[in-house]
C-alpha cells in the first residue's frame, strides 16, 4: 500500500510538473464563451483562466473535468481577493437539477484557483464532487452551497484533496457534512474558515469516515451547527490532526436525545489505531446538549496540547473535553466551561482501569455554575496523573477534583481552599496563584480573564523538581517551559524580562545592582 501511494504521488508530480513546463492558457471569455467549452479543448497541463464575471447556465456549472486531462481552472489573478470576489460561478438551476460546480470522478487531477462558486446543489458536493482524484482548491470562496446527501459543498471519496486559503459559508447538508464530507480520503485544509454551515446527521463544517486521514492547519470553524453529534466536526474511523485550530460558537443540538460534541465529536472502533492530536488551538463558546461542550471522544485516547477551552457548556457532562478512553492533556487552560454533572472542565472515563489520563501544566479556573456542579476535572474507571496545574476560581463547597485515589498520582499542584482529592499529597499548595487579571462571571455570562502568572505568585518554581523537560518543550505561548531551573505550576511559564538580569524570575535591587555596576565598567571603559 505505501509503495502504491508513493507511485500515485510520483505520477501526480509528474503530471504537475508537466502542466507547467507544456500548458497553455485557455481563456473564458475571448476564446471560449463557457468554462465546460474551454476545457473540452484543453490537452494535458492546460490552464483555463476565467475573467472576471458571473458565469451561469448551462456549460458554466454542472462542468466535467476529464480524468485523462490534469488542467488547472483559475481567475485572472487568484491572489487578489477583488478578483476572486468578480470571478462568480453561479450554479442556480431553475430547473432543480444536480448542479455542482465542478465534478472530478474516476481518476485525474484539477487545480482550482481563485474562484467564487455559490448555489451549487448536488446529491454529494453541493459545490464540488470528486472521487479517485488529487485536487488542490486555493483561494476559493463558496456561497451557500447545498447537498441533500453528503458534502454540502465538497465531497471527496478515495481521493486526496489539499485545501488552502479558502473560504466556506452558509453551507448545508441533508445528511452528514454541513461543508465537507470525506470517506476514505486524505484530506488537508490549511488556513480556511468555514462559517454558518449545517448538518442534519453529523459534522456541522465537517464529516470524516471511513480510514480517512483529516488535516486542518490554522483554519477556523465557526458558527456550525448539527442536528446530530458534533456541531462542528464528526470524526468516525479516522485520524484527525489539529493545529492551530479555532472553533467558536459550533452547537450540537436538536433532533432526539442528547448530542454530543459542540466542537468536535470523535468516534472509533472499540479497537482503533488511529491518532487523535489536537495543538495551539482554542475552543469558546461551543455548546452540546449532551457530553463534550468542546469536544467528545470516544473509544480512542486523545491528545491536546496548548490549547484554550474558554465558557464550553454541555448539559450532561465534560463542559470542556469529555473522553471516554483516555487524555494527555498539557500546557492548556480551561476556563468558564460549564456542565450539569460532573467534570465541567474535563471528564475522563476509562473504558478499563488500566486507562491512563494524564494532566500536567494545565491552569483551570472559574468552571461551574450550570447549572450546579463545580466539579472542574472528573477522572473516572481509569489511572490519573495530575501534577503542575492550577484549580483556582469560583469557590465552591464541594469537590474540585474527582478521581480513584488508589490509581492516582496528584503532586504540586495549586488547589483553592486545599480541596486536595487525596489528601494533602506531595508538592501541593493552596494559595492564590495570583493571575494578572482574574475571569469573572456576570448573569451567567464568563467573562475570561488573563491566567499569566504575575511576578509574585507562589506558583512560580513551585512545579515537581524532578519534571523532565523535552527538547524544544514550551508552553502555552511558546516560551520556554524550564528557565529558572524549575518548572512553574499552570500553563504558563514566566517568561524572560528584559530587566532581570540575574534570571531570578524577579526585578529587584540586586538587578539594579548588576545594570549600575555594567554601567559604570562601560564608562570607565570608553574614556
Known amino acids: 500500500m505505501r509503495k502504491y501511494n508513493i507511485i500515485m504521488v510520483g505520477l501526480i508530480l509528474l503530471s504537475l510538473s508537466q502542466r507547467i513546463c507544456l500548458g497553455i492558457d485557455r481563456l473564458v471569455p475571448s476564446q471560449y464563451p463557457t468554462i465546460q467549452g474551454a476545457i473540452n479543448a484543453v490537452v494535458s497541463g492546460d490552464t483555463v483562466v476565467i475573467s472576471p464575471g458571473i458565469y451561469a447556465g448551462e456549460m458554466n456549472s454542472n462542468v466535467h473535468v476529464p480524468a485523462s486531462k490534469p488542467i488547472t481552472v483559475r481567475s485572472i489573478d487568484p491572489t487578489d481577493p477583488n478578483v476572486v470576489a468578480g470571478t462568480v460561478i453561479d450554479c442556480f438551476d431553475t430547473v432543480g437539477g444536480d448542479n455542482p460546480a465542478f465534478l472530478l470522478d474516476g481518476g485525474g487531477s484539477v487545480v482550482i484557483d481563485g474562484l467564487t462558486i455559490i448555489n451549487g446543489y448536488n446529491y454529494q458536493g453541493g459545490g464540488v464532487m470528486f472521487r479517485n482524484a488529487f485536487a488542490i482548491l486555493r483561494n476559493c470562496v463558496f456561497e451557500d452551497c447545498f447537498a441533500f446527501g453528503n458534502g454540502g459543498t465538497i465531497y471527496?471519496?478515495?481521493?486526496?484533496?489539499?485545501?488552502?486559503?479558502?473560504?466556506i459559508r452558509n453551507s448545508l447538508s441533508d445528511m452528514y457534512g454541513g461543508a465537507v464530507t470525506s470517506i476514505n480520503s486524505t484530506f488537508e485544509m490549511h488556513g480556511c474558515t468555514i462559517e454558518?454551515?449545517?448538518a442534519r446527521n453529523g459534522g456541522g463544517a465537517i464529516y470524516a469516515a471511513n480510514n480517512s486521514k483529516l488535516i486542518l492547519t490554522d483554519c477556523a470553524l465557526n458558527d456550525n451547527w448539527s442536528e446530530n453529534n458534533g456541531g462542528a466536526l464528526s470524526i468516525r474511523n479516522s485520524t484527525l490532526s489539529i493545529k492551530g485550530g479555532e472553533f467558536v460558537g459550533n452547537?450540537?443540538?436538536g433532533g432526539q436525545g442528547r448530542l454530543q460534541g459542540g466542537g468536535i465529536y470523535v468516534e472509533?472502533?472499540?479497537?482503533?489505531?488511529?491518532?487523535?492530536?489536537?495543538t495551539d488551538s482554542k475552543f469558546i463558546d461551543n455548546f452540546a446538549?449532551?457530553?463534550?461542550?468542546g469536544i467528545y471522544c470516544r473509544y480512542q485516547p486523545l491528545t491536546v496540547a496548548r490549547s484554550y477551552f474558554i465558557g464550553n457548556i454541555a448539559q450532561q457532562s465534560g463542559g470542556g473535553i469529555y473522553c471516554q478512553n483516555g487524555i494527555e492533556l498539557t500546557e492548556s487552560v480551561l476556563a468558564g466551561n460549564s456542565a450539569?454533572?460532573?467534570g465541567t472542565a474535563l471528564h475522563s472515563y476509562g473504558l478499563s482501569q488500566s486507562t491512563n489520563s494524564i494532566i500536567r501544566n494545565c491552569t483551570f479556573s472559574d468552571n461551574g455554575t450550570y447549572p450546579r456542579s463545580y466539579i472542574f476535572v472528573q477522572i473516572s474507571n481509569g489511572n490519573a496523573e495530575i501534577v503542575n496545574s492550577i484549580f483556582w476560581g469560583t469557590p465552591t463547597s464541594g469537590q474540585i477534583i474527582f478521581v480513584d485515589c488508589g490509581r492516582s498520582v496528584f503532586a504540586y499542584n495549586d488547589v483553592q481552599d486545599g480541596k486536595f482529592p487525596c489528601g494533602t499529597g506531595v508538592g501541593n499548595i493552596q494559595v492564590d496563584p495570583m493571575f494578572v487579571?482574574?475571569?469573572?462571571w456576570q448573569n451567567n455570562n464568563y467573562i475570561p480573564g488573563d491566567y499569566h502568572l504575575k511576578l509574585e505568585s507562589p506558583c512560580i518554581n513551585a512545579g515537581d523538581p524532578n519534571t523532565v523537560v523535552t527538547s524544544g518543550e514550551t508552553d502555552i505561548e511558546g516560551n520556554p517551559r524550564l528557565r529558572l531551573g524549575r518548572v512553574d505550576m499552570g500553563a504558563y511559564e514566566l517568561p524572560s524580562h528584559p530587566m532581570d538580569f540575574d534570571e531570578s524570575g524577579r526585578v529587584d535591587f540586586k538587578d539594579f545592582a548588576r545594570f549600575a555596576q555594567s554601567w559604570l565598567w562601560q564608562a570607565q571603559w570608553c574614556q
Not at 437 to 440: R, S
Open 289 to 293: 446538549s449532551g457530553n463534550g461542550g
Open 251 to 253: 452547537t450540537a443540538l
Open 196 to 198: 454558518g454551515g449545517f
Open 340 to 342: 450539569a454533572y460532573g
Open 156 to 167: 471527496s471519496e478515495n481521493s486526496i484533496i489539499v485545501c488552502s486559503n479558502c473560504i
Open 268 to 278: 472509533e472502533n472499540p479497537s482503533p489505531s488511529n491518532n487523535l492530536s489536537i
Open 437 to 440: 487579571k482574574p475571569g469573572v
